[in-house]
């Protein structure tokens, strides 16, 4: 089956680092993609990996393993105004949606402390 | 950039009204997606099309429809509203299948049947 585990709930201090994990099971992986949802916004892209090892954007990087089915968003420097959903979707190239539909994740709910 | 438009943020009917929530889209984008967004439960896929009058049903169909007759417009119909269809909807795009391209989402309309 296909399925995306994130945690539920992180704290961190301002001007930290901290680690979302997500691992997924999907039979025709073919993308992993990170958002940023602030409460009563809509999602906002971050980050996409498709081969193993890491992309750096800034302040934020994303790092995945096919072999593990494990992503996971670093944030640095973290600020107040990282407070936010981080979700985790993985594009599924098998079934039904032909590589169009994402498979979402339940988003983790970051919280960042002065 | 991608704009992405929903016809109304917040929109309150009575069970039993049909409703219908507009999304455009300006970037010629093939494929449009309807999502609902619930505590704990995430964004759920409704429906998609990837073409015009094209649709496909997501994972949760059920007491909706939708319509494309041009393809920068996606309109989700709830036929007959009912108080569990009560929920933030969102709307998103995309231009192709596979690569990097990401969903664009609208800035969601928060429904309340009563």
């Known amino acids: 089956g296909q399925n995306i585990d994130q945690p539920t709930e992180m704290t961190a201090t301002e001007g930290a680092i901290v680690q979302i994990n997500c691992t997924y099971q999907t039979s025709g992986f073919n993308g992993l993609f990170w958002y940023q949802q602030h409460a009563g916004e809509a999602p906002t892209f971050l980050s996409y990996n498709v081969l193993d090892g890491l992309e750096e954007k800034g302040r934020f990087s994303s790092f995945l393993s096919r072999s593990k089915g494990y992503s996971y968003l670093l944030l640095k420097e973290l600020q107040m105004k990282d407070s936010a959903s981080y979700l985790c979707?993985?594009?599924?190239?098998?079934?039904?949606?032909?590589?169009?539909?994402?498979?979402w994740g339940l988003g983790t709910s970051l919280a960042v402390n002065p | 950039d991608v704009k992405v438009t929903q016809s109304s943020r917040y929109l309150v009917k009575r069970t039993g009204e049909k409703v219908f929530l507009e999304c455009v889209q300006d970037?010629?984008?093939?494929?449009m997606f309807w999502y609902r967004q619930d505590p704990g439960l995430g964004l759920r896929l409704i429906y998609f099309s990837y073409d015009v009058k094209m649709k496909e049903k997501g994972d949760i169909p059920e007491g909706y429809s939708v319509s494309r007759e041009k393809k920068e417009r996606f309109s989700l119909i709830l036929e007959s509203a009912s108080t569990n269809q009560t929920s933030m909807y969102l709307c998103?795009?995309?231009?192709?299948?596979?690569?990097?391209?990401?969903?664009?989402f609208g800035p969601g309309t928060r429904l309340t049947v009563l």
């Open positions: 998103a795009s995309t231009p192709r299948v596979g690569g990097r391209n990401t969903q664009y």
């Open positions: 970037m010629d984008h093939e494929n």
């Open positions: 979707a993985v594009r599924d190239r098998s079934g039904a949606g032909n590589n169009r539909k994402l498979i």
